[in-house]
């Protein structure tokens, strides 16, 4: 299995719309967890840390359910420069990061 | 706002030549990361550093792979004799918390290497 799965993707959405993204990770030792995005060609960038209470940065919106071993990002409204690629990363306390495969998302005007 | 930076942008090479890639990470940061990341995979982690030594590697970092911090500012991965799939992007980034299992790491722009 393997450690950190999401969905495959690409999402083709029209602007304005609302998008979620699913992600999985088998060690249920992971303590931190993370959006970030890449756009094509260019680094990761955070988007946001995602937290057990879950939290809110405007239009996006992150879950994580321990217990299911599973991290949500929703984003809302969704806009042109939104179109990326999303990884879900997650890490074991003095460990490495681990990423995720990455959701491609292409917002249609 | 700071930030990580690499150099190069991108380093051509012939197969079995030995490379550099150089970071300059976030100055108050303390841990520091190589990733590489194949055209159309995922990011792949290749290595930490803490304290002046490797605290954490994969299983991709063999012997043709070292890391160096040579002064305050810079941190390197050198590849002794390049393969053919060692053409990748590779990343470095950089974290503050001594608990890195917490740190929010900060990427930089990325080297492409290409190796023919």
New interface residues.
Partial sequence: RKEVEQDPGPFNVPEGATVAFNCTYSNSAS??F?WYR?DC??????LM?VYSSGNEDGRFTAQLNRASQYISLLIRDSKLSDSATY?CVV????????????TRLSVLP | EPEVTQTPSHQVTQMGQEVILRCVPISNHLYF?W?RQILG?????LV?FYNNEI??K?EIFDDQFSVERPDGSNFTLKIRSTKLEDSA?Y?CASSEDE????G???????T?LTVL
């Fill in positions: 303590q931190s993370f890449q060609r260019k680094e990761p960038k955070l840390s990884l890490n074991v306390y003095g460990q490495n990061f681990v990423f995720g495969p990455g | 990361y990733y995979q995922k990011v792949e982690f930490s605290s954490e994969s992007m990343f608990l890195a299992g917490w929010t790491q900060y990427f930089g722009p990325g492409r």
